[in-house]
T-cell receptor
């Protein structure tokens, strides 16, 4: 099992809809979690950090399920500008080498 | 703009040549990271500095790669004797030790990257 797995998509979603995707991780000792968004040929940008059960920021909600070892990202009232690749990052301790990036989920919001 | 900057943004080089990239982190950030990213993949960790000390280096990193952060501010990444397989986006990120919530964190802020093409 890979350390961090994401469905690559693409997820094609109509504008205004709610979309959610998951990120599963294999190390049960993982301590903290991050979601980044990455636009095509651009750098990743930090979207949310999750240290306990979850986090909410406007239309974005991240939830952590430690028992099943996954973290989800939910986007409500999706906008065209939400189209991007969403990278999940899991920190499992041991320094910077303990940060593992998923390959990302590609989201396309359609008008 | 007070974000992370990288130079050059694009580099085309011939196989066997040496290349050097520069990263200027956010000024108050102690931590600096280098990553490599290829199409369809997430960033792959290369190395990490806390202030001027290189604390970690990926086991997968070839000896042709070296990085420095001599004064704890900007950093350079050098690739010697480049190979076509080195073609990728090289990303630099910085982070504070304490995050937005006040605790220890690895919240990272990325630069725009240097896209390397080895012909």
């Amino acid at each position: 099992r890979k350390e961090v797995e994401q469905d690559p998509g693409p997820f094609n979603v109509p504008e205004g809809a709610t979309v959610a995707f998951n990120c599963t991780y294999s190390n049960s000792a993982s301590q903290s979690f991050f979601w980044y968004r990455q636009d095509c040929r651009k750098e990743p940008k930090l979207l949310m950090s999750v240290y306990s059960s979850g986090n909410e920021d406007g239309r974005f909600t991240a939830q952590l399920n430690r028992a099943s070892q996954y973290i989800s990202l939910l986007i409500r009232d999706s906008k065209l500008s939400d189209s991007a690749t969403y990278l999940c990052v899991v920190y499992s301790g041991g320094g910077a080498d303990g940060l593992t990036f998923g390959k990302g989920t590609h989201l396309i919001i359609q008008p | 703009d007070t974000g992370v900057s990288q130079d050059p943004r694009h580099k085309i080089t011939k196989r066997g040549q040496n290349v050097t990239f520069r990263c200027d982190p956010i000024s108050e950030h102690n931590r600096l990271y280098w990553y490599r990213q290829t199409l369809g993949q997430g960033p792959e960790f290369l190395t990490y500095f806390q202030n001027e000390a290189q604390l970690e280096k990926s086991r997968l990193l070839s000896d042709r790669f070296s990085a420095e952060r001599p004064k704890g501010s900007f950093s350079t990444l050098e690739i010697q004797r480049t190979e076509q397989g080195d073609s990728a986006m090289y990303l630099c990120a910085s982070s504070p030790i304490l995050g937005l919530a006040g605790g220890l964190t690895y919240e990272q802020y990325f630069g725009p990257g240097t896209r390397l093409t080895v012909t």
